[in-house]
């Protein structure tokens, strides 16, 4: 009887024992790695509506432990999302930065957007990176201008329904307020999707303006859809370094009768 006492009393021993160190276990701080971003913001700027701008974020190790990165969460509105690669968890050791994970823009309306890139991470403390960007119909870098014609400020260049087979064109001009004539190239966001540069064609001066008047030349788009459906791409008109531009979303639907 008194060893029935004595192996009982030694098993509740070990059970208060066992739960002590299940409570320090589950108090003791977390481990010494700290993930910092490489910006604390991403900000993608101007993105015209119905188009996707794609840039990367990393982290690095800057504690004295190793962590895990275990997952990645872009916490926002729908405008931002993970664009890869195909997410695998690691161990980033001090010192070692995660590999670069893509985030999309692909804003479907104007005005600003905002969100955040978390890791999920073990082994210590992490911080988030800070999404923004901003959607536009509409753009107008340094000494350009779009405007005139078709265009209506604030909107897309809408072709409205138009005939497979058949196309339709809209004006408008590139404005140019500088005292230099500025040459330009016409390039696509979305690679074209059944719009094109027909008239002056894709690269062009624009004069420069005058004591009263801006330079200006006339652009038509033309529009022959591909297939029913509707259609949205972004047409941007910039010099060489990227420092004077303009441009507009274009959208059309082809019908078939």
Same mark, same amino acid.
């Given at each position: 009887?008194?060893?029935?006492?004595?192996?009982? !009393?030694?098993?509740?021993? =070990?059970?208060?024992?066992?739960?002590?160190?299940?409570?320090?276990?589950?108090?003791?701080?977390?481990?010494?790695?700290?993930?910092?971003?490489?910006?604390?913001?991403?900000?993608?700027?101007?993105?015209? +509506?119905?188009? &996707?701008?794609?840039?990367?974020?990393?982290?690095? #190790?800057? *504690?004295?432990?190793? *962590?895990?990165?275990? *997952?990645?969460?872009?916490?926002?509105?729908?405008?931002?999302?993970?664009?890869?690669?195909?997410?695998?968890?690691? /161990?980033?050791?001090?010192?070692? @930065? &995660?590999?670069?994970? =893509?985030?999309?823009? @692909?804003?479907?309306?104007?005005?600003?957007?905002?969100? !955040?890139?978390?890791?999920?991470?073990?082994?210590?403390?992490? &911080?988030?990176? !800070?999404?923004?960007?901003?959607?536009?119909?509409?753009? %107008?870098?340094?000494?350009?201008?779009?405007?005139?014609?078709?265009?209506?400020?604030?909107? %897309?260049?809408?072709?409205?329904?138009?005939?497979?087979?058949?196309?339709?064109?809209?004006?408008?001009? /590139?404005?140019? #307020? @500088?005292?230099? %004539?500025?040459?330009?190239?016409?390039?696509? @966001?979305?690679? #074209?999707?059944?719009?094109?540069?027909?008239?002056?064609? #894709?690269?062009?001066?624009?004069?420069?303006?005058?004591? &009263?008047?801006?330079?200006?030349?006339?652009?038509? /788009?033309?529009?022959?859809?591909?297939?029913?459906?509707?259609?949205?791409?972004?047409?941007?008109?910039?010099?060489?370094?990227?420092?004077? =531009?303009?441009?507009? +979303?274009?959208?059309?639907?082809? +019908?078939?009768?």
């Amino acid at each position: 009887m008194e060893k029935l006492v004595s192996v009982i !009393r030694q098993g509740s021993f =070990l059970f208060v024992l066992l739960l002590l160190v299940t409570w320090m276990a589950g108090c003791a701080p977390p481990g010494n790695a700290n993930l910092v971003p490489a910006n604390a913001t991403l900000d993608f700027g101007d993105v015209y +509506v119905g188009t &996707t701008k794609q840039d990367t974020i990393s982290w690095t #190790n800057n *504690g004295t432990d190793p *962590g895990e990165i275990v *997952g990645l969460a872009v916490n926002t509105e729908k405008a931002f999302t993970y664009g890869g690669p195909a997410f695998q968890a690691m /161990i980033i050791n001090p010192g070692q @930065s &995660t590999p670069n994970y =893509l985030i999309n823009f @692909s804003p479907s309306r104007t005005g600003g957007h905002s969100g !955040r890139a978390s890791p999920g991470f073990t082994g210590g403390t992490h &911080t988030s990176i !800070r999404l923004r960007g901003n959607g536009v119909t509409q753009k %107008a870098v340094g000494a350009l201008s779009v405007t005139g014609g078709d265009m209506v400020a604030g909107q %897309a260049l809408d072709f409205g329904n138009v005939l497979v087979g058949g196309n339709a064109t809209r004006t408008f001009n /590139i404005q140019n #307020n @500088s005292p230099n %004539a500025i040459a330009v190239n016409a390039s696509w @966001s979305g690679g #074209n999707r059944g719009f094109t540069v027909t008239a002056p064609g #894709n690269s062009f001066n624009v004069p420069a303006a005058t004591a &009263t008047t801006p330079g200006s030349v006339a652009v038509t /788009i033309t529009f022959a859809p591909p297939a029913v459906g509707t259609f949205t791409d972004a047409v941007t008109f910039s010099d060489a370094s990227g420092a004077n =531009l303009a441009g507009t +979303v274009v959208t059309g639907r082809g +019908v078939s009768d």
